[in-house]
C-alpha cells in the first residue's frame, strides 16, 4: 500500500517545522521578569538553609557564576507542575511563581530545553481533552516566553485525559490531574 | 487488490479466512451481559442443530444463535430444556408444540463438513402462527462462528426488517498498569460478541481514537511511538501498521470518509486544533475549519459532503457541522451545557454524542428531524459512542469502580447492555462497519 509516500511525508514535515510562534516579552513584562528572577533565586537560598539545617556544615567557596546558575535552576526545580481550572486553560496566579522560575532558569541557559505536558482530567471526551492539554501546555508555553524564555527552547505535547497522577473518580483527583508538568 | 480502493468497502466472501500475526484468543476477553431488554421482545426457540458428521459437532452453532439474539435485547429465547420436541428437519416441526410454548418464531438446522476444511449450514426459520417457513437459507465457511452469525443476521432482519450487525467486529483499547510505572495499552480486535479477540497494536505509551475503514479491515489511531500524538492505520487481519499523519502539535481524531478515499484529522500545527482532510488518492490535504478555539472529533455525514465536530468556539464543547463544499458552518446541538464526540446513525437521522447533563456526562441521541433531544444512559463519565452500522445500538465506555468498562445501549434506549471485561481498563470502542 502506497496512500502515502515518503516525499509527501517529508513535505508535511517541512510544512510543520515551518509553522512556529515567537512572543517578544514587552518591557514592562522584562522588568517583571528580573524581580521574579530575584525574587526567585532568594526564596531558594532561603529554602537551602532550611534544608542544610541540622547537617553537617561544610566549608569552601564556589564560583559566583555558576551558584548563581545553580540557584536558578533550584529555584524552578522546587515546583515542575501548574494547575489549571475545570475546561479552562489561563494561568492561575497560584502558578505564577513557577512559571516565572522557569523562565528566569531558561533565559539564563539557552541552550536548556523544556518539555511541557499538558493534561486534562476524564470529564469530556478524550480528543477534546487532547486539545484543552494541548492549549494548556501553550499557555504555560506563552507565560514562560513573555517572561524571558525562547520559543526554540519549549516543547509540548498534550497527553489529554490519558495520564492521570490520580485516578479517583472526584473533584480531588480531577483537580491533581488538570496540569502542567514541566520536564526537562 | 486496487490500490486507489484501499480503504473501500469491499464484499468478505464467508469462506475467506483471516490470517492474523498477533495473539489468538478463542474466549472472549469481553463478555456482553444484558441489563435491560425490551418488554415486547419477539419469542423464538432456536433448536439444537443437526451435526450430520464424524464426532461431535464442532461448534454450537444453536447456542451461539441463541447467545446473538437474546444480547441484541429485542428476543426471548426459549431454553432447550423448555421445548417439547427437538425438530432438526421441516418434516419433524409440528407447530402446536410451539404455540403452546407461546414461541412466535422457530429456528432449526444441520450442521456438516463440507469441501477442504469448511462446513456447510442449512437452515429454516418458521413462523408459528402462520405456520410455514419464512426464511431458509444455507451458507458455508472454515468457521462455524461465523456461520452462526449469518444466521443470526437472517433470522434478525427477517423479524425486525434491519440487517443485523452479529457479523460485524468491534475495535477498542486496553489499559494495564505493569508497575514501576510502566503502562501497557494494547488495541484490540474481536468479534462483536467479544469473541475471537486479536490484539493487534501495542504500546508502552497511549493508544487512542480508533476508526474502522468503510473496508472493515483497516483502523487508523492515534498512538504516541514517536513521544507525541501521531496518526497511525493498522491492517487488522495481518498487524502491517504506517504512520500516516504526524505534524507539530496534534495529529489525531482520525475519520475515515464513507467511501474510504478521504481520512478527516485534526492538526494543531497553525497554533490551535483545525480540522482537515486528506484524499489518500491525490495525496491532498485540505483544510477545513478556521477558528482560534479547538476543532476536534470530525465525523463525517453519511452522504460524505459534510463534517459533524466539536468545538468550544461558543464558550463550551458544542457540535456543529461544516459543508465541504462551502465550509460554512452551523451549530447543530443546543441542548446540555456540553456536547461532543457526535457522530450520525446511517440514515443520517440521528446525531449520537457525549452530552453533560447536570454535571454528568451521558450518551444522548438527538433527533435531527425533529430536533429532541434523549438521553440514553443513567451512569457518569460516560464517552466514545460508535453507532452499529445498522443504527440500533451504541456502544461506548464507562467507569465502573474506577475502572474503564464498555457498555451498550440502544438508539431507542429501550435495550442496555454491558460488556465487563476480564483485565485493565477498557475504552474507545468503535464498532465495525457491515463486513
Known sequence: MSIFTRKHLIALMAAASIAGCSTTPDDSTATEDTSASQEASSETSSSEATYGAGDDSVSGSTQGASSAADSLKAAAMQSTIVYFDFDKSNIRPDAYNTLKAHAAYLSANPAVKVRLEGHADERGTREYNLALGERRGKAAANYLTANGASSSQIDVVSYGEERPVAEGNNEASWAQNRRVELKY | ?435
Not at chain 2, 477442504?116 to 408459528?128: K, N
Not at chain 2, 484524499?279 to 459532503?305: C, L, V
Open chain 2, 1 to 435: 487488490m486496487n490500490k486507489s480502493s484501499f480503504y473501500q468497502p469491499l464484499l468478505v466472501n464467508l469462506i475467506w479466512l483471516s490470517c492474523l500475526l498477533f495473539s489468538i484468543s478463542a474466549k472472549a476477553e469481553l463478555v456482553i451481559e444484558i441489563t435491560q431488554g425490551r418488554d415486547d421482545a419477539v419469542s423464538i426457540a432456536v433448536v439444537p442443530f443437526a451435526w450430520e458428521g464424524p464426532g461431535r459437532s464442532p461448534e454450537n452453532v444453536a447456542g451461539i444463535v441463541s447467545a446473538d439474539l437474546y444480547r441484541s435485547g429485542q428476543f426471548k429465547v426459549l431454553p432447550p430444556a423448555d421445548m417439547l420436541s427437538t425438530p432438526t428437519t421441516e418434516a419433524q416441526v409440528f407447530y402446536r408444540d410451539w404455540k403452546v410454548l407461546g414461541v412466535e418464531y422457530l429456528l432449526i438446522g444441520r450442521l456438516k463438513k463440507g469441501q477442504g476444511d469448511t462446513y456447510l449450514v442449512d437452515f429454516e426459520l418458521f413462523d408459528i402462527y402462520q405456520q410455514k417457513v419464512i426464511r431458509h437459507g444455507n451458507a458455508s465457511s472454515r468457521k462455524p462462528r461465523r456461520l452462526a452469525h449469518f444466521i443470526s443476521d437472517e433470522v434478525y432482519k427477517q423479524v425486525t426488517g434491519l440487517r443485523g450487525a452479529f457479523s460485524t467486529r468491534l475495535a477498542y483499547v486496553t489499559k494495564e498498569k505493569l508497575g514501576k510505572g510502566k503502562e501497557r495499552y494494547q488495541l484490540h480486535r474481536a468479534d462483536a460478541d467479544g469473541y475471537a479477540d486479536h490484539v493487534i497494536v501495542q504500546s508502552g505509551e497511549p493508544i487512542l481514537s480508533p476508526a474502522w475503514a468503510p473496508n472493515g479491515r483497516h483502523i487508523a489511531y492515534v498512538a504516541y511511538k514517536s513521544g507525541k500524538p501521531a496518526i497511525y492505520i493498522v491492517d487488522s487481519f495481518t498487524g502491517e501498521d504506517k504512520k500516516v499523519v504526524d505534524y507539530k502539535g496534534l495529529s489525531s481524531a482520525p475519520a475515515f470518509s464513507p467511501d474510504g478515499n478521504k481520512l478527516a484529522f485534526v492538526l494543531s500545527k497553525d497554533g490551535d486544533p483545525e480540522i482537515y482532510t486528506l484524499d489518500f488518492k491525490t495525496k491532498k490535504m485540505e483544510r477545513i475549519t478556521r477558528h482560534f478555539a479547538i476543532d476536534t472529533e470530525p465525523s463525517w455525514a453519511p452522504d460524505g459532503n459534510s463534517l459533524y465536530f466539536t468545538s468550544d468556539r461558543g464558550g463550551r464543547p458544542q457540535i456543529y457541522r461544516v459543508d465541504l463544499g462551502s465550509k460554512r458552518v452551523s451549530r447543530v446541538t443546543f441542548q446540555g451545557r456540553e456536547n461532543a464526540r457526535g457522530s450520525l446513525t446511517a440514515d443520517g437521522r440521528f446525531l449520537v454524542m457525549a452530552h453533560l447533563h447536570e454535571g454528568r456526562y451521558h450518551i444522548a441521541v438527538q433527533d435531527l428531524v425533529r430536533g429532541t433531544v434523549n438521553i440514553l444512559t443513567a451512569t457518569d463519565l460516560d464517552e466514545s459512542p460508535s453507532i452499529s452500522p445498522n443504527g440500533v445500538m451504541v456502544i461506548y465506555a464507562t467507569q465502573k469502580g474506577n475502572r474503564g468498562v464498555l457498555a451498550a445501549v440502544s438508539v431507542d434506549g429501550r435495550v442496555k447492555v454491558q460488556l465487563p471485561s476480564s483485565r485493565g481498563d477498557v475504552r474507545e470502542p468503535a464498532w465495525s462497519p457491515f463486513l
